[in-house]
């Protein structure tokens, strides 16, 4: 990765832990990348346990993320949770568009950036998720799906807007699969997702400066081979994140 941009190692707990077995895990993992200064890391347990855990990480070098949002402020919309709730439940960033939102939850383009907007009117940090299925992979859709999800998900911002924003490449063939993109393979769409989608739209500054994870499968064995890659600035990382110590041996992939 490029120098000018600071790694994000961030872990999605997804519907996994509760309460208590969250704090425990956050403790341990606080321990383990106390001595991490060359990269930002961050969790983000399920919404129940996102308060505790923020008061066990408080003070550490471990931020915490909340795995979706709603776009209003309030109202009647039961089992939905605002930007606000987020922000006063110790959150500085949110995932949204994630692969499995998309594909269980009916979640679109449309919705997408509705959401990256509340998260960017509340000042939380939006960790925007793109990628494309193994059909439309092997269809060689892979830039035509991208493409579309960055234009839908964007429409509407200036390149200002966006000085928090970071993306997540995530190939829905690669989550909980077991199988990875090569680390060639990822940086070919990295690539194509700073030069293509950003610089063209948004300028060669926020391109520059824009992070951009890969999340699919990433283990301790192959985080090295990823970060070595120019435009691979991180992993958003799914299973090992839910082990303290496999994921400080991600963290600590130098």
């Not at 990765?1 to 872990?11: F, K, S, T, V, W």
């Not at 399920?46 to 993320?65: D, H």
């Not at 948004?202 to 951009?212: C, D, E, M, Q, W």
């Amino acid at each position: 990765m490029e120098e000018n941009r600071r790694p994000l190692i961030a872990g999605n707990w997804k519907m996994f832990k509760t309460c208590s077995e969250a704090v425990e895990t956050a403790t341990q993992l606080v321990k383990t990348v106390a001595d991490v200064t060359v990269a930002d890391v961050m969790i983000a347990p399920p919404f129940t346990a996102l308060f505790p855990v923020s008061e066990v990480i408080k003070n550490s070098n471990v931020v915490l993320a909340a795995q979706n949002l709603f776009w209003e402020n309030e109202g009647a919309y039961t089992g939905e949770i605002s930007a606000g709730m987020i922000l006063s439940a110790g959150c500085t960033a949110v995932i949204i568009g994630h692969s499995e939102r998309r594909q269980f939850f009916g979640e679109s383009d449309e919705s997408v950036n509705k959401k990256i907007k509340a998260a960017i009117k509340a000042k939380l940090i939006p960790i925007f998720c793109v990628g494309e299925t193994e059909k439309e992979r092997e269809s060689k859709d892979t830039f035509s799906v991208l493409d579309k999800q960055m234009k839908k998900g964007l429409q509407d911002f200036s390149s200002d807007d966006l000085e928090t924003l970071v993306i997540a490449y995530e190939p829905v063939w690669a989550i909980g699969t077991g199988k990875t993109a090569t680390s060639g393979q990822a940086q070919e769409v990295h690539r194509f997702l700073r030069e293509e989608c950003m610089e063209k739209k948004f300028g060669n500054k926020l391109a520059k400066s824009v992070r951009i994870l890969y999340g699919g499968s990433v283990k301790p064995g192959n985080i090295g081979e990823l970060m070595f890659m120019p435009d691979i600035d991180g992993a958003l990382v799914g299973g090992a994140s839910l082990d303290a110590e496999t994921f400080g041996k991600i963290v600590h992939y130098k």
